[in-house]
C-alpha cells in the first residue's frame, strides 16, 4: 500500500508543479458506489492547456476562473463537467461506465473473444505500431514488443529467424505458422545462406504490405493454436488486415515512408600496424602481391613504395577501408487506399510500392503488391468477406558466406595496404589474387548476376449465416499461390569456370484451405456458452523445374549454346483433412472454460498412424469481477491450461523411391538407359506423428484503472515422437534415416510490465518492459543414441545432446594436460584436440524489450530497446581475422620475432589459434535501440481548410546503434541465417545496417 501512494504521490508532483495560482480551487474526487477516492483522476479547463490529476488520496488544486468549465475524466469511468461558481472546496463524485468496454483480441480461426475469458496468454501488436518506422520488414517490428519471441536480422529483404517458446523440432522447421485473415499463409524462408554460400531470399511475411495490418496476435503455447492443427505446433503470427469503413464519402489514406541505411562499421578491431606481406616483409613483385594478397603478415607500414596486383607503384600505408565495398542503401514504400461504405457493405482497396536497394549495390527488390476487401455488416444476418491480394516481386542478389558470389567474402581478410580505389580502376578484372574464388569485389557486383521473380496471390472469401439467433453457419475459402522464376549466371570468363554455367529454376506452390463450422454464442441467465464445431480440408502441391548448362561456347547463355545441359524435376502433393471442436464457458463475467479438440488425418503418414487426435484445456478466473476489491485494484485474474498438438511429416517420407542418375547411355539395341538410385535418404513406413504437450500457467494484475498492468506465464512444453532425418553409416547404403527419435523441452517465463506514468490533457506517457526466459533441453534420443548433428559448417557444428539445451556448438579446444595448462609443440605452437569437443551453447538465458512512448500535444516520441542476456556464437570473421593477420589481437609477438627472432613464428601461431574454435565463442549479449520514432500531427483546424482528415509526418530511427554489445567486429543479431541454429555460427556476416528517414501519413 506504501508503495501505490508513493507511486501517486509522484504523479501528484510531477503534474502540479505548475499548478500554483492566485485563484486556485481545491477538491477531492470519488468513486459514486463506494465513496472511495479515486487518485489518478484527469482534470482540465475546458478550451485550455491547463491541467492536473488527483494524488493519492483523491485531492486536487487548479488553477481557475469563475465560470469555466472543469473536465473530469477517468479510464472506467463517465466524464464529468462541472462548471466552476466560486473558489470553495469541492466535491465532485464519478459514476462507473455502465456497460465498460471488455478488451477484445483476436485467437484462432479469426475469432474474437474478450482478453480476460482466455486461459493462455496472447500477445497483440496494432497495426500503427508496427509502421512506427516502416522499414519493410512485420517481423522484425515485432521485436522488442512482446514476450516469448526471439527475432533476429535486421537488413531488407532478408528473412527473419522467428522462434516462439524455443525450438520445438531438433531438426525440422521451427517457424511459426503464419495466418492472414484467417487463412493460413506459406510463412517459411526462401533459400539460405552457410559457410560455403547460398543466397538469402527473404520469407513470405516480408512480401506483406505493412499499412494492410489492422493488428497481429501472437499465439504462443499449443492451447491457443490446437485449433489450427499441425502447422501450429511452432506457435501462430495471426494477421488481422483492415477493412472498409462505414462513413459517407470516399476515405483515403496515404502513407510514404523514405528510409536510407548505411552499414555498421563493426570491423572495430582490425590492427593497421602491418600491411601486406608475409615474415615481415614487403612484397617485391606483382606475383608475391597476388600470392600474398589476403595475408597481412608484411613490414610496419611507413609510407613506403609497393607493387600493386595491377603493376603500378603504391604508398605501402594503410588506406583499406572496410565499409568502402558498401553505399548508402534505402527502402522506399509509398501506399494509397481507398476506401468506402454504408450500413450494408465495407470496400477497401490499396496499392503498395517498395524499392529496397541493399547496401551492396548489386543487390535490390522491387515490389508491387494490390489488394481489395469487400465486407458487410457482421452483425447482420448473411456476412461475406472476400479479399484479393497479387504481390509482384523482382529482385536482384548477392550471396553469402564463402561464396565466390559473395561480393563482401574477404572484406575483412583485406590488407590495410589494400586500397578499394585500385579494386575499382581494375573492376574488369577478375582476379586480383591468385585465388579463383576469392574475386575482384567489383567485378563480381558488375557480373555475377542472381535474379529471382515471385509472384504470389492470396484469396480468401469468408461467408457466414444466423440461422437462427447465436448460432451461424461459416464457409472460408483461402487460396495461397505462388510462381516464380531464379536464375543465377556465372559468365565466360570466371576464374573457376571459365566456361561459365547458368542455373535457372521454375516453382509452383498451390495451397487450398475450405473451412465449414458452426458457431454458437447463448446466454442463460449469468451462463455465457459459445462455441464453434467444423471441418478443414487442405490440398497442397508443389511443382520445380531446374535446368543447369555449362560449357559455353560464348556469352549467350541459353541451352542452344551450351556443351552440357542437365535438368531435375520435384512434384509433391499433401492432404490433411479435419475436424475441430471449441466449447466455451462462462458465469457470470469471472470464471471461464475451454475445451477444445481436433482430429486431424493426413496423407504424409502410413495407414494406422496417420489419424490423431488432440484436446486442450484452458480456464480463467477473473477475481476482481467477483470479489469487492480496493478501487485501485483494477484486475485480478489467474489462468491455466494444459494442451497437445500433433505434427506430422513432409511429403513422400514412408516408402523408397528412385531417381535416375545422369544422361544414361544407349543399350546394344540403341534404347536409351536411364540408370536410377535411392536418393540417400532411407524412408521410414511407421512413422509416427509427432506429439507436443503444454502446460502454461498465469496472471494478469491491473492497478488505477489500467495505469499499471502486470503479466506473468510460466509453461512447460515437451515434444516427442520426433520426426528427424537421422544420419546413419554409409555401409547401409544410405546416408540417413527417417525415424521418430527423441524428446525435447521448452520451459520458460514471460513477464510484461506495462505503466502509464503520467496522463494528463496533454502529455501521455506509456512504459513497456517484456522479460522472457526460456530454456530449451534435448530429453532422449532414439535407443542410446547421445547425441545427433543438427548442422555441420565444417570444423563447426551444432549438435543436440541428451541432457544438455539445444544448439551445442562444437568444435576444436586447446589440447590440456592433466593440471589443465594449454600443450605447445617443440616450436611453441598450440596443439588442438583430435576429436570435437563442447565450446558453447547458442541458447540466451534472457531476452527483453523495452518500449516507451511520449505524447505532448501535437508531438509524439516513440522508443524501442532491446536486450539479449547471454547465449553464445562462433565467430568466423574473428577466426579468418586471426588468419590473415588483420586482427588487432594478431600484433603481439610480431616485434620481438621480426627483429630479434625471438618466440614462436606469429604467421604459424595465429594460423593455428584460427583453427581452435573455441578460441572464437563470443558471447551474443547486448543492449540496442531498435527503434526512435519522433512525430507530429498536424491541427484539425489546418487540415480543414486543405481538405484533409489528418496527417502526420516523422522522423525515424532504426536499429541506430547498440548502447552495448559483448563482441567485437560482429552484429551479434544478425549473424548468418534464419534457421533454426543460424544464430550459432557466423561465417562473414555482412554489416548489419542502421537507418533513418521520414514517414509521411495523409488522410482525406
Do not use: C
Not at 463506494?34 to 478550451?47: H, R, Y
Not at 558470389?405 to 582476379?431: C, D, G, V, W
Not at 494444459?642 to 513422400?652: E, L, N, R
Amino acid at each position: 500500500m506504501y508503495k501505490l501512494k508513493l507511486f501517486a504521490f509522484v504523479i501528484f508532483i510531477i503534474t502540479n508543479l505548475t499548478s500554483y495560482a492566485q485563484n486556485n480551487i481545491n477538491g477531492q474526487v470519488l468513486d459514486a458506489k463506494d465513496q472511495a477516492t479515486l487518485p489518478g483522476v484527469n482534470i482540465s479547463i475546458q478550451g485550455t492547456s491547463n491541467g492536473v490529476i488527483t494524488d493519492m488520496d483523491g485531492k486536487f488544486t487548479l488553477d481557475v476562473e469563475l465560470g469555466q468549465i472543469m473536465i473530469f475524466t477517468f479510464v472506467g469511468y463517465q466524464q464529468k463537467e462541472v462548471e466552476v461558481v466560486n473558489l470553495e472546496n469541492i466535491t465532485v463524485v464519478l459514476e462507473e461506465e455502465v456497460e465498460e468496454l471488455k478488451e477484445v483480441v483476436v485467437t484462432a480461426l479469426g475469432i474474437s473473444k474478450e482478453k480476460q475469458a482466455l486461459g493462455y496468454a496472447v500477445s497483440e501488436v496494432g497495426g500503427d505500431d508496427l509502421t512506427q518506422v516502416n522499414t519493410g520488414s512485420v517481423a522484425n517490428s515485432l521485436g522488442g514488443r512482446v514476450t516469448g519471441v526471439q527475432i533476429s536480422g535486421n537488413r531488407p529483404g532478408q528473412a527473419s529467424s522467428i522462434s516462439i517458446r524455443g525450438n520445438a523440432s531438433l531438426k525440422g522447421n521451427n517457424y511459426p505458422l503464419i495466418v492472414i485473415d484467417g487463412v493460413p499463409m506459406d510463412g517459411g524462408t526462401k533459400g539460405g545462406v552457410g559457410k560455403w554460400g547460398g543466397t538469402d531470399k527473404g520469407d513470405a511475411l516480408s512480401m506483406i504490405n505493412p499499412d494492410d495490418i489492422a493488428s497481429t496476435s501472437v499465439l504462443k503455447g499449443a492451447a491457443a493454436t490446437a485449433l489450427y492443427g499441425s502447422r501450429a505446433s511452432n506457435g501462430v503470427l495471426l494477421i488481422t488486415t483492415k477493412t472498409g469503413k462505414k462513413k459517407d464519402g470516399i476515405g483515403v489514406d496515404f502513407n510514404s515512408s523514405m528510409i536510407w541505411s548505411v552499414p555498421n562499421d563493426m570491423l572495430t578491431s582490425r590492427q593497421n600496424i602491418y600491411g601486406q606481406g608475409v615474415q615481415g616483409r614487403i612484397p617485391s613483385s606483382e606475383a608475391e602481391v597476388r600470392d600474398t594478397g589476403l595475408s597481412s603478415w608484411g613490414a610496419k607500414m611507413n609510407d613506403q613504395d609497393y607493387t600493386g596486383f595491377d603493376g603500378n607503384t603504391y604508398r605501402y600505408s594503410d588506406r583499406w577501408d572496410p565499409m568502402s565495398l558498401f553505399s548508402t542503401g534505402h527502402v522506399f514504400n509509398n501506399s494509397i487506399a481507398v476506401s468506402a461504405g454504408n450500413e450494408a457493405v465495407q470496400t477497401r482497396v490499396s496499392y503498395a510500392n517498395q524499392q529496397v536497394q541493399d547496401i551492396q549495390p548489386n543487390s535490390t527488390i522491387k515490389r508491387n503488391s494490390i489488394s481489395a476487401r469487400v465486407n458487410t455488416d457482421q452483425s447482420k444476418r448473411l456476412f461475406i468477406d472476400t479479399k484479393l491480394t497479387y504481390i509482384h516481386q523482382d529482385a536482384s542478389r548477392s550471396s553469402g558466406g564463402e561464396s565466390t558470389f559473395n561480393p563482401s567474402n574477404a572484406y575483412h581478410k583485406m590488407p590495410a595496404t589494400q586500397s578499394s580505389e585500385i579494386l575499382k580502376r581494375n573492376r574488369a578484372q577478375p582476379s586480383f589474387i591468385n585465388d579463383v574464388y576469392t574475386l575482384n569485389p567489383y567485378w563480381v557486383m558488375d557480373n555475377l548476376n542472381i535474379t529471382d521473380i515471385e509472384n504470389k496471390v492470396l484469396l480468401s472469401a469468408n461467408v457466414g449465416f444466423e440461422l437462427f439467433k447465436g448460432v451461424k453457419i461459416n464457409y472460408r475459402n483461402g487460396l495461397d499461390f505462388t510462381s516464380g522464376r531464379d536464375l543465377s549466371i556465372t559468365p565466360v570468363g570466371t576464374p573457376y569456370i571459365s566456361n561459365g554455367e547458368s542455373k535457372e529454376s521454375m516453382k509452383e506452390r498451390y495451397e487450398m484451405n475450405h473451412d465449414l463450422y458452426l458457431s454458437l454464442n447463448k446466454d442463460f441467465g449469468k451462463f455465457n456458452i459459445s462455441g464453434i464445431m467444423g471441418a478443414n480440408m487442405m490440398r497442397f502441391s508443389q511443382n520445380n523445374v531446374g535446368i543447369e548448362m555449362t560449357q559455353f561456347y560464348s556469352d549467350w547463355y541459353h541451352v542452344s549454346n551450351a556443351g552440357l545441359v542437365s535438368g531435375t524435376q520435384n512434384h509433391s502433393e499433401k492432404e490433411m483433412n479435419s475436424i475441430y471442436g471449441s466449447l466455451d464457458f462462462g458465469y457470470d463475467s469471472w470464471l471461464y472454460l475451454t475445451v477444445t479438440g481436433r482430429n486431424d488425418w493426413t496423407s504424409t503418414l502410413p495407414a494406422g498412424n496417420n489419424s490423431y487426435f488432440y484436446p486442450s484445456f484452458s480456464s480463467s478466473i477473473v477475481f476482481s469481477e467477483k470479489i469487492n476489491l480496493p478501487v485501485w485494484f483494477t484486475l485480478a485474474k489467474v489462468r491455466g491450461s494444459w494442451a497437445q498438438v500433433g505434427s506430422d511429416t513432409d511429403p513422400y517420407k514412408l516408402y523408397q523411391t528412385f531417381r535416375t542418375a545422369g544422361n544414361g547411355f544407349n543399350n546394344k539395341n540403341g534404347n536409351r538407359i536411364l540408370p536410377a538410385g535411392y536418393s540417400g535418404a532411407m524412408n521410414n513406413a511407421d512413422l509416427l506423428p509427432e506429439m507436443t504437450s503444454s502446460i502454461e500457467f498465469g496472471a494478469d494484475l491491473g492497478f488505477f484503472h489500467d495505469r499499471i498492468n502486470f503479466n506473468f506465464t510460466y509453461y512447460d512444453q515437451v515434444t516427442e515422437d520426433q520426426i528427424i532425418n537421422m544420419d546413419i553409416s554409409d555401409a547401409s547404403g544410405f546416408t540417413s534415416r527417417m525415424v521418430n527419435a527423441g524428446s525435447m523441452s521448452n520451459t520458460g517465463y514471460e513477464v510484461s510490465l506495462n505503466l502509464v506514468p503520467v496522463v494528463n490533457r496533454n502529455f501521455h506517457w506509456n512504459v513497456g518492459i517484456h522479460y522472457t526466459q526460456n530454456k530449451n533441453k534435448v530429453n532422449s534420443l532414439i535407443g542410446d543414441m547421445q547425441k545427433i548433428t543438427i548442422s555441420d559448417y565444417g570444423d563447426v557444428r551444432v549438435d543436440a545432446i541428451v541432457g544438455e539445451e539445444y544448439g551445442v556448438i562444437m568444435g576444436r579446444d586447446y589440447s590440456r594436460n592433466e593440471n589443465g595448462e594449454i600443450e605447445y609443440d617443440e616450436n611453441g605452437i598450440p596443439n588442438y584436440t583430435s576429436e570435437l569437443v563442447s565450446i558453447g551453447s547458442m541458447n540466451p538465458t534472457a531476452i527483453l524489450g523495452y518500449t516507451s512512448s511520449f505524447n505532448y500535444k501535437k508531438f509524439s516520441l516513440n522508443v524501442v530497446l532491446d536486450q539479449q542476456i547471454g547465449g553464445q556464437f562462433y565467430s568466423g570473421t574473428n577466426a579468418d581475422m586471426y588468419q590473415s593477420g588483420t586482427h588487432i589481437n594478431t600484433l603481439e609477438g610480431r616485434d620481438l620475432y621480426y627483429t630479434q627472432g625471438i618466440g614462436p613464428n606469429p604467421e604459424i601461431y595465429y594460423n593455428r589459434i584460427s583453427e581452435i574454435n573455441s578460441e572464437f565463442i563470443r558471447d551474443a549479449s547486448y543492449i540496442r535501440v531498435k527503434e526512435i520514432s519522433l512525430g507530429y500531427g498536424f491541427s484539425k483546424s489546418l487540415l480543414e481548410k486543405i481538405h484533409l482528415s489528418s496527417a502526420r509526418i516523422s522522423a525515424v530511427f532504426s536499429n541506430p546503434f547498440f548502447i552495448w554489445k559483448a563482441t567485437e567486429n560482429v552484429d551479434p543479431t544478425a549473424i548468418l541465417n534464419a534457421s533454426s541454429t543460424g544464430r550459432a555460427v557466423e561465417m562473414i556476416a555482412l554489416p548489419s545496417v542502421r537507418s533513418y528517414g521520414f514517414n509521411l501519413n495523409v488522410s482525406f
